[in-house]
């Protein structure tokens, strides 16, 4: 059974950082890619980043690249987004995903095999 568990959400001032992480059970990770997303009130969900298991490569939205971070540990399955120099539109709750065919990194909701159950992320000014 796939799982997909998030941590590490919470309130955080402009400027600041938080890492998020993902535990991640349930299947083989080497030919999956393992993504972020984020969802506002009264938005669309959206890509942040995501990186290729096997390979390591990764990929970032326009809006969060030189400030995010993903990185993957693959003794603990888990994968791990750093946010630094967050702004009040970083605001949104987040969820880990995982798609096992892409043909890119920049993933789609629609392409996700398995989603979190998400955590939230607050920015305050």
């Known amino acids: 059974q796939v799982q997909l568990v998030e941590s590490g959400g919470g309130l955080v001032q402009a400027g600041g950082s938080l890492r998020l992480s993902c535990a991640i059970s349930g299947f083989t990770l080497s030919s999956y890619y393992m993504g972020w997303f984020r969802q506002a009130p009264g938005k669309e969900r959206e890509f942040v980043g995501s990186i290729k298991w096997s390979g390591g490569w990764t990929y970032y939205a326009d809006s969060v690249k030189g400030r995010f971070t993903i990185s993957r540990d693959n003794a603990k399955n888990e994968v791990s987004l750093q946010m630094n120099r967050l702004k009040t539109e970083d605001t949104a709750v987040y969820y880990c995903?995982?798609?096992?065919?892409?043909?890119?990194?920049?993933?789609?909701?629609?392409?996700?095999?398995?989603w979190g159950q998400g955590t939230q992320v607050t920015v305050s000014s």
């Open positions: 995903a995982a798609v096992q065919v892409s043909r890119s990194g920049i993933l789609s909701p629609r392409e996700i095999d398995s």
